[in-house]
């Protein structure tokens, strides 16, 4: 077990007893690592500057930077990723090469380091042969529904199997989703696996943890992830080898350690929320640990969140998850065989269009499963589609598709926030507006605040919940994961929630979303860098 001495173990203590003291130590560091890139830029800007007024050196550099225009130009027209992306970095690197390149470097290819590639792709290996181990090698469920060609994409794409033994329940927000997952904490006997992009010292937390360490108490095995630099403005540093430090059944990764310079690997976050409760239940959602989901902290107005809670065969994909994180960068790796529950024939859903199929999204395939899932239900939607998104940052082809479906007439609705979190990310938001409302999608913005939920239904038949929003980050950059599911009353559920969100937002028109001119010509210069954003 890792150790703290007793003035740093007091020193966290403090800083989260205290919430004054505690807010200043954490934006300190927010700052020292703002500092750290700002001094890094500026080293780059002074460095190019004396070399390009140095008569005897500009001609050459010069050559040199047209030169490495030109090849990077050229592997960018040669990938495959969206046109606007290639158009969006190439129109970077013309402008301002110096800086363009090193960001291209940096952000555009959208994937992990080798090293981080190749911890991930073995333990997913190992974690796959371990529940081949167990389970035997079965041939895939595969729905008798519009949602078959889904399950065959993500069970070929994403290896991960749909399920019909099981139950899920959809919850509208935090506070009722909060008290559900207390509960089922309590009932832990074996281990809990906890894994969000943000945890934040308040109620939410405090209570978790009070749980938590009553029941390793009880013999029960903690496992924690939590992303750095999700929580570098909420949790001190050190604070997993704090947590590790107060019972010798928790167990805490940090993934992703920030660094203050430059790094490829700082692109990939994890932005996934999952929790499993004894390989018998499992929680995912839009929500992470802190107030705001709960309604205990106010932050942009009301905080609209959703989430679910999944039960039987199906968890297994969530402790899959959660393993092949955890063990590809802790050293003490723990075979995923400890925390398979044995299946039981519990008398479980068998109804042909019954399914349940958790998945997760990464950067290490090359493609983005989420966004291949959510334009395979709007191309195929009849009557309707609703949307949840905090972000609408559309590439072409997720545009494109929604102005098809809305020309041939599906109601297409999509929610974002009225009270915005990121003003720029508001702005680029509203900038995807014009086209859409030309197109016939109907835009509604969440008056109450800020809606946070990723969440997609479909001709009373089929839904997505889950962690992926709609901008190129959350698609192309982090780890995230949702839940597919149709033929069950979650899905009425997420289309009543919806049509209970609709009467509380404005709908947006092109009168009410007009631009000037001025406002035009930033959001257009806006979007060039959409995909730093």
Not at 512 to 525: E, L, P
């Amino acid at each position: 077990m890792r150790r703290l001495n007793a003035r740093q173990k007091r020193w966290i203590e403090r800083t989260v007893a205290n919430d004054r003291s505690y807010k200043v130590i954490l934006y300190n560091r927010f700052f020292i690592f703002l500092l750290a890139v700002l001094a890094q830029l500026v080293i780059l800007g002074i460095t190019a500057y004396s070399l390009v007024y140095n008569s005897a050196l500009a001609l050459i550099l010069q050559a040199v930077l047209f030169a490495v225009e030109i090849v990077v130009v050229l592997y960018i027209l040669n990938k495959h990723d969206r046109p606007s992306t290639r158009l969006n970095w190439i129109i970077l690197i013309l402008i301002v090469p110096v800086f363009g390149v090193p960001m291209y470097i940096l952000n555009g290819r959208g994937v992990p380091t080798r090293k981080m590639q190749q911890k991930i792709h073995r333990a997913q290996e190992e974690n796959c042969a371990g529940i081949e181990r167990v389970y035997g090698k079965a041939e895939p469920f595969i729905p008798q529904t519009r949602g078959e060609a889904v399950s065959k994409f993500l069970d070929t794409c994403a290896k991960y199997p749909a399920f019909q033994r099981g139950d899920i329940t959809y919850y509208e927000s935090g506070e009722r989703i909060f008290p559900v997952i207390l509960e089922e904490l309590k009932k832990a006997n074996q281990y809990i696996l906890l894994e969000y992009f943000i945890i934040a010292h308040g109620k939410m937390w405090n209570e978790i943890l009070q749980i938590l360490l009553e029941k390793a108490e009880a013999g029960v095995q903690i496992r924690i992830i939590y992303d750095d630099f999700g929580c570098m403005m909420t949790l001190p540093p050190k604070y997993d080898i704090y947590l590790e430090t107060l019972h010798e059944n928790i167990k805490c990764l940090t993934f992703n350690e920030v660094v203050p310079f430059f790094a490829v690997r700082m692109n990939n976050r994890d932005h996934r929320k999952i929790l499993v409760i004894d390989g018998k239940v499992a929680f995912t959602g839009g929500f992470n640990l802190a107030d705001e989901y709960i309604g205990e902290k106010r932050r942009f107005g009301y905080w609209k969140d959703t989430g679910l809670k999944i039960t039987g065969d199906a968890v297994r994909s969530f402790t899959q998850m959660f393993f092949y994180l955890w063990n590809a960068f802790r050293k003490d790796k723990e075979p995923i065989e400890r925390y398979l529950p044995k299946i039981e024939n519990d008398g479980g859903r068998y109804a042909t269009n019954f399914c349940i199929h958790p998945y997760d999204d990464s950067p290490l395939d090359g493609m983005s499963i989420g966004e291949a899932v959510y334009t395979d239900i709007i191309d195929r939607a009849k009557t309707y589609v609703y949307i949840f998104t905090p972000y609408l940052i559309l590439d072409d082809f997720m545009r494109a598709s929604l102005c098809r479906a809305a020309l041939r007439g599906v109601d297409v609705r999509i929610v974002t926030p009225a009270i915005p979190d990121k003003k720029t990310i508001f702005r680029l938001t509203r900038a995807n507006y014009g086209v859409l409302l030309r197109a016939g999608v109907k835009i509604y913005e969440y008056t109450p605040g800020f809606i946070h939920a990723k969440s997609m239904v479909s001709d009373d038949e089929c839904a997505v919940v889950g962690t992926i929003n709609l901008d190129y980050r959350s698609l192309y950059h982090h780890f995230e994961n949702a839940v597919y599911f149709s033929g069950c009353k979650a899905v009425e559920d997420v289309k009543k929630d919806a049509e209970q969100v609709f009467a509380a937002s404005k709908l947006c028109t092109c009168e009410n979303t007009k631009r000037g001119f001025f406002g035009k010509i930033i959001d257009s210069a806006l979007r060039v860098f959409e995909t730093l954003l």
